[in-house]
């Protein structure tokens, strides 16, 4: 009983994340989604692009689970908005400290498998976390595409900016990137954001 008593504090802790508000909008642009809504799309997306991938071998179960697990300690740490360089410096510390408080709460075995997952994620050195990272980067690149830069221009940000952060989709989705790139040329062309 100890074990899944520990398990339902879990569930309860992470259930938080439906509370953690980031700052891209929901397609039909009426408010910005939530870290939940964020973990469930990105975990469908790898699905729906797993021909996409560049290591065709991939260990899909696990790239799930890190895009499941891989915002959980924003639970305690909150969300960084990808452009805000303040938040950035302090980032990693705040999460290291939520990974420990939050998968701390798990029995041991699933605390280890969970926070390695995370710290896999966090490196970015396997073949699953880096198509796990390309897809957790493409998904913010095309909500903000499809809502005609409504992110983009509430929080100033520019074109080069956005080029610097798509890095990590080249590095897990050569084919993604190069969408990418194609969407962002529009996204300037059209006025969504600016060169």
């Not at 939050?102 to 396997?126: A, N």
């Not at 913010?140 to 798509?166: C, D, E, I, L």
């Amino acid at each position: 009983m100890e074990k899944l008593s520990k398990q339902f504090e879990f569930l309860k802790e992470i259930e938080k994340l439906k509370t953690v508000i980031r700052r891209t909008f929901i397609l039909d642009e009426s408010r910005c989604e939530n870290d939940a809504e964020h973990s469930w799309q990105v975990a469908v997306m790898a699905l729906i692009f797993s021909e996409y991938a560049d290591t065709q071998q991939l260990d899909m179960l696990k790239v799930l689970k890190i895009l499941l697990f891989h915002d959980a300690v924003e639970v305690y740490a909150g969300d960084t908005y990808l452009y805000d360089a303040v938040a950035a410096e302090t980032q990693s510390q705040r999460e290291i400290e939520a990974a420990g408080k939050l998968f701390g709460l798990l029995p041991d075995s699933q605390q280890r498998e969970f926070r390695e997952l995370w710290e896999e994620y966090e490196e970015g050195k396997t073949a699953e976390a880096k198509y796990a990272r390309a897809i957790d980067r493409f998904q913010p690149f095309w909500h903000n595409y499809m809502t005609r830069g409504k992110a983009w221009q509430k929080h100033g940000v520019h074109a080069s900016q956005v080029r610097k952060m798509m890095e990590k989709i080249e590095a897990g989705s050569g084919f993604l990137f190069s969408h990418a790139e194609s969407l962002l040329a529009d996204a300037v062309k059209k006025g969504y954001l600016p060169e």
